[in-house]
């Protein structure tokens, strides 16, 4: 009888172990997942590179010194695997310091909260001012960590120029050049209980077959022929006001431009064909149109 009691103890344990660690993996997915939206999301970002090239202007900073950070704003954008994309000139600094040493970050900051991802915190009035005030360091940010590369490829430059229109007056420039930075690892700060240091493919996304040959023209056939349809589901289910056009779509969400902003709508899960992108703007539609 002993025994018996002594054997369920152990199997009690042992379903109370596989538990918190299959709840421990589904909270590790979600992080990665809302940890790619937060990087996916971004427009911008500050690239740190090594500074390696010494000139008239710069060589004093070099004494005595074996390594220097220098840290610059970029415009971003995103491969289908979530790697980002840069656009830089053969004259720039930091693509200089790349051409000696390719090891970089990348630095995103929160552009649109998603708060169901991401704890939000009450805003605190200060003793001084007596306005209501949100801390920034309360939001998250991510430090994505390297090797970048000059791409270049057709498809990566397109997806780049349409989160950024104003690019295509000097994308084509023969000193200009994409570059993907492929993801090794990435530090999340974000917010209560929210911190992480992540494995290589961690924030790797899925990749559909063929996707850059569908991409261009299912965003081209939504922005000609359906562009009521889209602001319809932009004002009543996304709460955003004004003209949007969709410039980018992935296998877990699309991105919106407008005049002086992007927005990025999240798929209820990720897509596994291209037909689901079809699927996901008719349901978009129809909710909207009972909202």
């Known amino acids: 009888m002993a025994d018996i009691f002594h054997l369920k103890d152990k199997i009690i344990i042992i379903n109370n172990i596989l538990y918190h660690l299959l709840k421990y993996i589904v909270k590790e997915k979600n992080l990665n997942f809302a940890t790619r939206q937060l990087i996916r999301s971004s427009t911008k ?3 740190a590179t090594e500074l390696t090239v010494k000139n008239d202007y710069n060589s004093l900073l070099f004494k005595n010194k074996k390594s220097i950070p220098y840290c610059t704003f970029v415009m971003v954008a995103f491969d289908y695997d979530c790697s980002p994309l840069i656009l830089l000139s053969n004259l720039s600094e930091h693509t200089k310091n790349i051409l000696k040493n390719n090891n970089v ?3 995103f900051y929160e552009e649109q909260q998603f708060l169901n991802y991401f704890p ?3 805003k605190l009035k200060t003793q001084e001012t007596k306005l209501s005030y949100e801390d920034p360091m309360s939001r998250p940010r991510v430090t994505v960590i390297g090797n970048i590369e000059k791409s270049n490829l057709e498809y990566q430059k397109k997806r780049f120029i349409l989160r950024h229109p ?10 200009m050049n994409i570059y993907k930075l492929h993801i090794k690892s990435a530090h999340l700060t974000g917010g209560f209980a929210k911190v992480k ?5 961690e924030l790797n996304s899925t990749i559909l077959d063929n996707f850059s040959e569908n991409e261009f023209s299912i965003l081209e056939h939504m922005n000609e022929q359906h562009q009521e349809s889209i602001n319809l589901y932009t004002k009543k289910l996304f709460n955003i006001n004004g003209t ?3 410039v980018g779509i992935d296998s877990e969400g699309f991105d919106l431009r407008s005049s002086k902003s992007v927005f990025r709508y999240i798929f209820d899960r990720p897509i596994k064909q291209i037909q689901d992108i079809k699927m996901n703007f008719i349901k978009l539609h129809k909710k909207a149109a009972n909202f």
């Open 244 to 246: 949007w056009k969709i």
């Open 120 to 122: 939000k915190f009450k």
């Open 45 to 47: 970002g500050y690239l």
């Open 105 to 107: 970050s990348i630095m």
């Open 197 to 201: 240091w992540f494995k290589t493919n």
């Open 166 to 175: 104003e690019s295509q007056l000097y994308a084509s420039f023969a000193d």
